[in-house]
């Protein structure tokens, strides 16, 4: 069975940062594409950033400059280091991964969320 489990959530000040881990456990065969959303109160889940497995990444407008997605393929993880932290930044962050198993099964798999809160 495929599970990603993540971590590093919590509250910070305006301007602040956190790092956000997500590791991916199980009968993994390979992990393609991975990528990071948010879900705010009482709005859609959007895409924040996302890395494919040779490291190409891509986000969205409102985090460029300020977030960076990497992975370590070794370790099946994906890390989202926030800079810069604003309010609006204030969701449940999740994981995402396309992980092949070792049964030879494409899936998209999802985190369990963990909640990211910017205030002072």
């Known amino acids: 069975q495929v599970q990603l489990v993540e971590s590093g959530g919590g509250l910070v000040q305006p301007g602040g940062s956190l790092r956000l881990s997500c590791a991916a456990s199980?009968?993994?065969?390979?992990?393609?594409?991975m990528a990071w959303y948010r879900q705010a109160p009482g709005k859609q889940r959007t895409l924040v950033a996302t890395?494919?497995?040779?490291?190409?990444?891509n986000y969205a407008d409102s985090v460029k400059g300020r977030f960076t997605i990497s992975r370590d393929n070794a370790k099946r993880t994906v890390y989202l280091q926030m800079n810069s932290l604003r309010t609006e930044d204030t969701a449940v962050y999740y994981c995402y991964a396309d992980i092949i198993s070792s049964a030879g099964y494409l899936r998209t798999y999802w985190g369990q969320g963990t909640q990211v809160t910017v205030s002072s």
């Open positions: 890395i494919t497995n040779y490291s190409r990444t």
């Open positions: 199980g009968s993994i065969n390979s992990i393609n594409a």
